[in-house]
């Protein structure tokens, strides 16, 4: 079965930190983009950041930079986002996927997780 799960999120102090986990089974997550999206109640779904399957081509959007790092480990399969000096703005449901192509244009993302809440208290 084909599947991605994220893990990690949780309840954090304005500050803290956070690693989310997006574990795949069913596929290899080697040859794909990993792509990392939050969405708030009532907003649309935002991209935030992408690494490419040879970790060359890495994206952040501007409002996560220098606070958010992406990292992926071929041999667990997993992806990765650590999240420093979260702030309430951060506090969303995050989504990994995979696809072919390095974007933060959703439809080419292939697989997608369930979503994990990160919840942020100011």
């Known amino acids: 079965q084909v599947q991605l799960v994220e893990s990690g999120g949780g309840l954090v102090q304005f500050g803290g930190s956070l690693r989310l986990s997006c574990a795949a089974s069913g596929f290899s997550l080697s040859n794909h983009v990993i792509g990392w999206f939050r969405q708030a109640p009532g907003k649309e779904r935002e991209g935030i950041s992408f690494i490419n399957s040879r970790d060359c081509d890495i994206f952040y959007q501007d409002s996560v930079k220098g606070r958010f790092t992406i990292s992926r480990d071929n041999y667990k399969n997993t992806g990765y986002l650590q999240m420093n000096n979260l702030k309430p703005d951060d506090k969303d449901v995050y989504y990994c996927?995979?696809?072919?192509?390095?974007?933060?244009?959703?439809?080419?993302?292939?697989?997608w997780g369930v979503g994990t809440q990160v919840t942020v208290s100011s």
């Open positions: 996927a995979a696809g072919p192509v390095a974007t933060m244009i959703e439809k080419f993302y292939r697989f």
